[in-house]
């Protein structure tokens, strides 16, 4: 099989056996912002055409914002509960210019309340992480710009809430007041501090979020702790990741949950949620997103009908 | 007395009498930011050279962002809780070139939990709002990019939080997902919903704000909203006013206090809060700001010894 996990800023491409083995794997920062208009084909054979070229008959599938209305083709949400089966009933094929079909995964939406919430590209993560770590329910987490909360339930994913904190953190600290109190070296870019004063910034802030879970009040005492010189100027932004991510996780953690949440996301961000989850006495079963996107699409694949291509 | 609130962005200059009665007002985009370094003094003059030199012996009071670190003259936080005279004895004297005295008041600091807060300016506006308001005890608000809930008792500042409410709306609009699906007219400015429309969004906000109080998770539903047409894409703004307001409210308001809550805003801004308000059950008392800062700084020229030039 040749599967994607094909999202907004990247792009990863997956050969696979049936039993989910990865053959080969390679990584492009193609992201659909990247495409040219009338481009995705030409960009998925610069990426993979040596690969459907040497298996003309394997499954082809691709996830993520490439089947977004800023993607390739627009594939409309499966609405939650959704599991790998329905999910897959909710796929879009298209020919290719040499007929070849590919298979377009549906994100997922549901209702919260009055607001619907939406994703696109996380739950083929989810369903991999499900396999990899041989769960079907309880409480998933996929930090980032957009962190998503996910309950699973019987292998679907129930509902799930979308924090903006990665996005927030972000914009605080390029053009708000807090930013500009963040020490910057001469070329420009943010000073790191030492590693010890890094931690303890991102624990004050993590503390801070559990005492205090009105983000818009909590935010301000990134510029106090600086101007009483409570806080070395250098950890102010660790503090503001620690504020964030706290926030986050005290809204998301479920009362009565699995206390061993798995998180899937690269090392550095990662380890950031398992402190602040390690305060709140949780644990994190940490799951790289390139992994649980390829058990995701092997997973996809295992349901295909077998020895035909999709 | 010739008085001064003179801010970040704006400077207003009052001619006042000893009772209170605003004899003369005169505001100028000159705050401390658009101060040449060394400049404050020919600010001044230009400001109120006529006023100065007509009066010589009336007392010169500055209140607001002039006395920070970034400002004339860095007058040290008075520490709540703390009423006008407390306020008027942490007071800086400083001499003009020609020997007259200026009088700078100090800002106000809190600690809450494990964080401190600070105010400059806005603690002339309470105190003068208490006066306006016949009020020495209950609960106050000042929106603005920094909102602050103020809880006075005894006509002293007890205690009091900022909310970067005003801030987050500037940046979320301006450098993030959320602003990006906001239209825009030809000339790039963002588009203004009608009224009707306009009311709707700021009430559905409010309403989410209030059913859900995690900011990080209720801002994505301006998005997705938007993306399932159950909004107009041009009252999305309305709604993310709404969202951030609510988020406030919700979590500035005070148990069993004062159910009508002096507002110290501009019109428009002071509306928005008046029915944000009004969707949880409360009033809210509307001061122009102006007229808040005249009253407090007559509040604190009255405690100058009588026909002593400060």
């Not at 298209?94 to 919260?112: I, T, W, Y």
């Not at 102010?236 to 706290?246: A, K, R, V, W």
Request: some cysteine.
């Amino acid at each position: 099989m040749i599967a994607l996990d094909w999202g907004t800023s990247s792009l990863r491409a997956f050969r696979l056996a049936r039993d989910g083995v990865i053959l080969a794997q390679r990584a492009a920062p193609k992201g659909i912002l990247a495409v040219p208009p009338g481009g995705f084909e030409a960009v998925l054979r610069e990426t993979a055409g040596d690969w459907l070229a040497a298996d003309p008959t394997a499954p082809l599938l691709l996830s993520g914002m490439v089947g977004s209305r800023q993607g390739w083709i627009e594939v409309p949400y499966a609405e939650a509960p959704a599991d790998a089966a329905a999910l897959l009933a909710k796929a879009v094929r298209h020919s290719l210019s040499d007929g070849r079909q590919a298979v377009f995964l549906p994100g997922v939406s549901c209702q919260r309340g009055d607001v619907p919430d939406v994703m696109r590209g996380e739950e083929t993560q989810i369903i991999g992480a499900l396999a990899l770590a041989g769960l079907a329910d309880g409480t998933v987490c996929t930090p980032g710009t957009h962190s998503k909360w996910v309950t699973v339930a019987g292998g679907a994913i129930r509902a799930f809430a979308t924090f903006m904190t990665g996005e927030l953190f972000a914009v605080l600290r390029d053009h708000s007041l807090l930013g500009r109190g963040f020490p910057r070296a001469a070329d420009g870019s943010f000073e790191t501090a030492p590693a010890d004063l890094a931690a303890e910034g991102f624990r004050r802030g993590v503390a801070h979020a559990f005492a205090d879970p009105a983000l818009l009040r909590s935010l301000f005492s990134t510029r106090t702790l600086g101007l009483f010189d409570r806080l070395p100027a250098v950890a102010l932004p660790d503090y503001l990741s620690g504020l964030l991510i706290g926030a986050e996780i005290a809204a998301a953690l479920p009362e009565g949950g699995n206390r061993d949440i798995p998180v899937i996301a690269t090392a550095g961000l990662a380890d950031r949620y398992r402190l602040a989850l390690a305060q709140r006495g949780y644990t994190a079963r940490l799951i790289a997103g390139e992994d649980a996107a390829a058990a995701g699409l092997a997973a996809f694949a295992a349901l295909l009908p077998e020895g035909t291509p999709a």
